[in-house]
């Protein structure tokens, strides 16, 4: 690697990635420009389409001056960009650099552009294009992209029955690989590394049954959670023989277990922690009967019964299964086979968490949300069309004020069937409390607060482990109340499971460290590196192993992501206001502080205070000593939005807000205990939701 500071680094890279870009633009053979290139700001910044949406300058009516709290648009304060960690426009954006074009060195342009072309996802035929451009003003380029990339020529996979093949990346390989790249860091005083693993299959293509069954790993107690891919099976269905599929990742998991592992010549013992799967994924790898099976319960020994046409769960006091039990095959019932991952050192029962986003989310949720819309006539469940309109009204309507933290804003009812995981996640425990209020007959909104409120403490890092018992006994009530509501075929398997997953939140602490929202967002990306319907396994193959070359600039963006506990000030600007009990020297419009990110608009600068204080952040502003405060209005009166199942000012969220006192408070920006979603809720009165799944 070069030694030229990243920031000549990024100018150089933008300077000759952006003419290279004008000229494939202008070029007819090329009319199609990459596709994750969108447009040109100011001729100086390149923008993903997402970045453009998300971090568009607020609309009037949403722009804080709009409730009189800003003076300025702080928005336009750096251009009217503000990119994200994530996105490409601060790799190219910086405007700062010395000009020192004279020290251009070819080879960390090649590392740029095959870094530039990896975030980008960007087809190789479009790299190929660039490079013959770029190898007329650098004639060490390469032209071949292959070249650049250091692409292996020949991937070798081992087949398997079904027509499927296997590839088999290593954990240790791979460990190894991201310990050298400074992707891997365990804390100090760590003598473990504990891994947690990841499978489910991905369907590739709309018109044919392809699919990949990736195994994937991410190291829980590292300081930076990369998910990484250990083996990638292909194939037009599931493995046929789970034992072939599991063999590799089985044995050198089984090695690890015995010898650790040796990073920088420090030798770490090894474990699994957990194994994350959604409940088909996770009854064919522990061989078990599927989820609408009888005997398919698996913390239990329920015996379910038919209901209208499904197995339902009706009681709750069932013995539990051990993993004593489980490893002799006591109910056999339950098994369909002998897993082969009983040949590692884990529990075959509390080592496979019941996911909370395809239990909840995707599960109860949703089927409480379609039993809303078209459940069962006889059931007052079912929503006149004029509520269910007013409810899609007031999702849309709250669409303006769902802060960055969320990915997706909330779409009509009319869509709920296109709704991702994250949408329900939003439903549930931010908006549903308050959209349902009077909307709902009053007992099914009751109801549903029992549920809202056991999984929101379960969710929350604040309130998990004090408020376990309290959640359990809120969903066994859940459980037990909702066939008297919705029918005695509403408690099918996700619906029961609902008691056992605090058993879950006991071991792991909190749901959030055991679901599957990282590795669901893994696989978008993994169906990204296939481009053509030709031996998919090997291109993604490939393309893995490239990223693993791929220069370290891209490994040190990702990283810097992982701003940890820092907190960091970024875009200066100078339109105030300030407060006289802060000397200030800098001011910024954006605060990174814990895993959130506070920017200066309505949406996203609304925060707890760890003394329970709620504000709306004004300014973000350093010191002589580099200390950075931040300048609120403070809340004047907060109350319980709810009152059953408790107050929920009790917990310490859910709070109607008002009063807002429009002195300017200073406060040491470590003591922001939390972001919060604000909503509006009467005049002048907001709904605050501290955000619990974020941090
Ligand atoms: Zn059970």
Same mark, same amino acid.
């Given at each position: 690697? &070069?030694?030229?500071?990243?920031?000549?680094?990024?100018? $150089?890279?933008?300077?000759? /990635? *952006?003419? &290279?870009?004008?000229?494939?633009?202008?070029? #007819?053979?090329?009319?199609? @420009?990459?596709?994750?290139?969108?447009?040109? /700001?100011?001729? +100086? @910044? /390149?923008?993903? *389409?997402?970045? %453009?949406?998300?971090? #568009?300058?607020?609309?009037?009516?949403?722009?804080?001056?709009?409730?009189?709290? %800003? !003076? @300025?648009?702080?928005?336009?304060?750096?251009?009217?960009v503000y990119a994200d960690d994530q996105d490409v426009a601060e790799i190219f954006s910086s405007n700062e650099c010395s000009d020192d074009s004279d020290e251009l060195n070819d080879d960390c342009l090649a590392d740029d552009i095959a870094h530039w072309f990896k975030e980008c996802s960007i087809p190789q035929v479009h790299l190929g294009s660039l490079l013959t451009i770029l190898k007329k003003y650098h004639p060490s380029l390469p032209k071949d992209p292959r070249t650049l990339l250091e692409t292996v020529r020949e991937v070798s996979v081992k087949d398997m029955g079904g027509g499927g093949s296997y590839h088999h990346l290593g954990v240790k390989k791979v460990l190894q690989n991201m310990w050298n790249r400074g992707l891997l860091r365990l804390p100090a005083d760590n003598q473990q590394l504990l891994l947690q693993v990841n499978m489910d299959g991905l369907q590739l293509f709309k018109s044919s049954g392809y699919q990949f069954w990736p195994i994937l790993g991410s190291v829980v107690n590292a300081l930076y959670k990369h998910v990484f891919e250990i083996g990638l099976y292909g194939g037009y269905k599931k493995p046929a023989d789970i034992a072939e599929f599991l063999c590799d990742f089985v044995s050198e998991t089984k090695q690890l277990e015995d010898d650790g592992i040796t990073l920088g010549g420090v030798t770490y013992s090894f474990a699994i922690h957990s194994i994350v799967c959604d409940a088909p994924a996770r009854s064919y790898i522990k061989c078990v009967k599927p989820h609408n099976s009888y005997s398919s319960c698996e913390r239990c020994t329920e015996v379910g019964k038919w209901v209208s046409g499904r197995v339902t769960f009706p009681t709750t006091d069932k013995p539990l299964r051990t993993d004593h039990s489980f490893r002799n095959m006591t109910d056999e019932d339950h098994h369909v086979g002998k897993s082969p991952l009983t040949a590692l050192s884990i529990d075959m029962i509390t080592q496979f968490p019941l996911d909370e986003m395809h239990l909840v989310y995707l599960g109860v949720v949703r089927r409480l949300i379609i039993y809303w819309l078209r459940g069962p006539i006889e059931y007052q469940s079912r929503l006149p069309g004029r509520a269910v309109q007013t409810l899609s009204k007031h999702l849309l309507c709250l669409q303006q004020h769902i802060c960055n933290?969320?990915? $997706? +804003? !909330?779409?009509?009812?009319?869509?709920v069937d296109r709704w991702k995981a994250t949408e329900f996640r939003l439903f549930l425990l931010y908006l549903g409390p308050i959209i349902l209020?009077?909307?709902? !007959?009053? *007992?099914? =909104?009751?109801?549903?607060?029992?549920?809202?409120?056991?999984?929101?403490?379960?969710?929350?890092?604040?309130?998990?482990? #004090?408020?376990?018992? =309290?959640?359990q006994k809120l969903l066994l009530r859940f459980v037990g109340e909702a066939p008297s509501l919705y029918g005695a075929e509403f408690v099918?398997?996700?619906?029961?499971?609902?008691i056992h997953i605090c058993d879950d939140a006991r071991i792991y602490k909190r749901l959030q460290d055991v679901n599957a929202f990282k590795y669901e967002c893994h696989m978008k990306k993994l169906k990204k590196l296939v481009h053509h319907p030709q031996n998919p396994l090997k291109q993604a193959v490939k393309r893995i192993l490239e990223k693993q070359n791929v220069a370290q600039a891209s490994d040190k963006h990702d990283s810097s992501s992982n701003r940890g506990d820092s907190i960091v000030g970024q875009h200066e600007h100078s339109s105030g206001p300030i407060c006289s009990s802060v000397l200030c020297v800098k001011q910024f419009s954006k605060l990174f502080v814990k895993s959130f990110q506070v920017v200066l608009n309505r949406k996203n600068n609304c925060v707890m205070f760890a003394n329970g204080d709620i504000g709306l952040v004004c300014n973000i502003v350093q010191n002589h000593n580099g200390e950075i405060f931040v300048l609120y209005e403070q809340f004047k009166k907060i109350t319980s939005f709810f009152d059953y199942p408790c107050q929920s000012e009790d917990l310490g969220y859910c709070f109607k807000a008002s009063h807002l006192d429009h002195t300017l408070f200073a406060a040491n920006a470590a003591t922001i205990a939390t972001k919060c979603l604000c909503l509006p809720h009467e005049k002048d009165v907001f709904v605050v939701m501290p955000l619990c799944h974020v941090n």
């Open positions: 690697m &070069a030694a030229a500071s990243s920031r000549s680094k990024r100018r $150089r890279i933008h300077d000759n /990635v *952006e003419k &290279a870009l004008l000229a494939i633009a202008q070029d #007819s053979t090329h009319s199609a @420009t990459p596709t994750d290139v969108t447009g040109y /700001v100011d001729g +100086k @910044t /390149v923008l993903h *389409e997402n970045d %453009l949406v998300q971090y #568009s300058a607020p609309s009037p009516s949403t722009s804080a001056d709009a409730i009189g709290i %800003l !003076p @300025t648009d702080y928005s336009s304060s750096n251009g009217g933290d969320f990915a $997706r +804003k !909330p779409r009509s009812l009319a869509e209020n009077g909307v709902l !007959p009053v *007992e099914h =909104y009751r109801h549903f607060l029992l549920l809202h409120v056991a999984i929101y403490c379960l969710t929350s890092s604040r309130l998990c482990s #004090s408020h376990i018992d =309290y959640a099918v398997y996700n619906v029961h499971s609902l």
